[in-house]
């Protein structure tokens, strides 16, 4: 028998779960680490206690599953992105708090950079912001004594969480980053395919900091968990999270598209070996090397889906549990022109308004609980129909299916609504844990255990449009009249 171990390493928890020779799930553990937020609002995570929960959760995973150590062929890793962290280069401890990607710290030095931006886009596809870790890490640069004279003097490593992982778990011998990683620090270029001298300087970042970039699937370095296997085993994978559930999906070619539904949303679609620079709002990313060819994706993120449900419940006080949404939606008036608009936060892709706020639109007399809630579930839709309908636009892309995963996407009333906004079949898989099965699968045929057609064991539940093209589009255009009533009333 073989086994794999993926590592999903994500912004409130790390998983740690067992495959099998057949791509199947036999185990599964998981640890949280705390969420250090502090009065400015900074965030936080302690890089030390997401390094000891991971060799507890691999030991946890090999005495609850019963599977012998010398079983194991490998492992993956998927990670939470652009959070970003520097360590010590000898002791591969971590000299500051990891800073998360939520964490806006470097506002004020990307607003310093203001005229620079044209040239951040071009060379990296992203639009300058302090969600990247090119601010982040500059932040810690600036702010951190002795930490810029400790880098220049080429004594500390600069990373996100996948290098600092894969640099602990093999003893220092590697200090690697995958592209799909790399291609969110907005300091990779991504047409020349390396890190950019004139962004590292921009930034201040030393380039004898960053990592060797290495293909998603070529190998990171050898591990045995500090002890705990008997030999070292090839970390055959490394993935961003939202990549390597695009992987899972098995959008491997251009213009298949995923969406996920968390707190938020990333909406990625492949675009080919050739990326496309967004002039209407997007991003564009490497999704992976594979095969030592490269895939570009299109991607837009909405800052609340899922959590639009959780304010509906536990603020809102309109639904009892997540499930009651689609209970409530199917008995709302289908007559009324409620429409929420969820900037809690400002509004993301495509707008890019911060100055923003929330509100329901169109309300009478006759909305009442039911309508409000069906306004909620139809915001996530709307939202996530904006940036697909941009997409299709900028690839010039006609036709689409939209494969989904997420907590969001078991309720069946939102899954159809989707549907019938984006004229689209909506497909819903019956496995979990996407970003594993992503690293899991792609380790695997690397290290020849799994045939590379084993996505076409992935079963989906699918949902076909159903509604009227004049109801979908009157339906649409509330919703955009909404926003626009919400951009309007922005600050001026």
């Known amino acids: 028998m073989a086994y ?39 965030v936080e995570h302690d890089p030390e206690e997401i390094w000891q929960n991971l060799l507890l959760l691999v030991r946890e995973l090999i005495e609850k599953s019963g599977v012998s150590p010398r079983e194991i062929r490998g492992a993956g890793i998927s990670n939470q992105r652009e959070t970003a962290l520097m360590w010590d280069r000898h002791t591969g401890k971590s000299i500051y708090n990891a800073v998360v990607w939520q964490c806006a710290r470097g506002e004020k030095i990307c607003e310093s950079l203001s005229g620079k931006a044209g040239i951040v886009q071009e060379k990296t596809g992203l639009r300058l912001s302090p969600y990247f870790s090119a601010a982040k890490l500059a ?54 395919l390396e890190w950019d001298r004139e962004l590292l300087d921009l930034f201040g970042i030393p380039q004898a900091c960053m990592p060797q970039v290495t293909g998603s699937d070529e190998g990171l370095g050898e591990t045995d968990f500090e002890g705990i296997l008997p030999s070292p085993v090839p970390i055959y994978c490394v993935m961003g999270d939202s990549h390597a ?4 999906q098995g959008c491997l070619e251009r213009g298949m598209l995923k969406v996920g539904y968390g707190t938020g949303s990333s909406i990625m679609m492949n675009i080919g ?28 993120n909405v800052n609340y889906s899922g959590a639009i449900v959780t304010w509906l419940k536990d603020q809102a006080g309109l639904l009892e549990s997540a499930k009651e949404s689609a209970i409530l939606a199917e008995k709302a008036n289908p007559l009324d022109k409620t429409v929420l608009v969820p900037a809690f936060s400002g509004l993301g892709a495509p707008y890019w308004r911060s100055d923003v706020s929330a509100a329901f639109v169109g309300m009478s007399r006759a909305t009442g609980r039911a309508e409000l809630v069906k ?11 904006d940036i697909v309908r941009l997409m299709q636009q900028e690839a010039g892309i006609n036709q689409v299916e939209v494969r989904v995963d997420g907590g969001p996407s ?38 020849g255990l799994y045939p590379e057609d084993i996505f076409e064991r992935n079963h989906y539940h699918i949902y076909h449009p159903k509604m009227e093209e004049a109801k979908r589009e009157a339906r ?17």
Request: glycine share 8%.
């Open 4 to 42: 794999l171990v993926a590592i999903d390493q994500s912004t409130q928890s790390t998983k740690v779960l067992l495959f099998d020779g057949e791509g199947r799930i036999l185990k599964r553990v998981d640890r949280p680490h705390r969420q250090i937020i502090d009065e400015r609002g900074y």
């Open 139 to 192: 932040w810690i640069l600036q702010n951190v004594p002795g930490v810029r004279e400790r880098a220049e003097n080429g004594d500390l490593c600069c990373g996100t969480m996948d290098s600092f992982l894969v640099y602990r778990l093999t003893g220092g011998r590697s200090f690697r980053t995958d592209y799909s990683n790399a291609s969110r620090t907005q300091l990779f270029n991504i047409h020349t």
């Open 245 to 248: 559930a695009l992987f899972a």
């Open 273 to 300: 070996e050739s990326p496309i620079l967004s002039r209407l709002g997007l991003v564009t990313s490497l999704a992976w090397k594979l095969k030592g060819r490269v895939n570009y994706i299109l991607e837009g």
């Open 375 to 385: 306004a909620g579930l139809e915001a996530i839709a709307f939202q996530i129909t």
């Open 410 to 447: 078991r309720n069946p009333w939102l899954m159809q609504f989707q549907s019938d906004m984006l004229k689209a079949p909506v497909l819903v898989p019956d496995a979990e844990e996407l970003s594993c099965v992503g690293v899991a699968y792609a380790a695997g045929i690397a290290v």
């Open 476 to 492: 649409y255009a509330l919703w955009q009249e909404a926003v626009q009533r919400v951009l309007g009333n922005g600050a001026r």
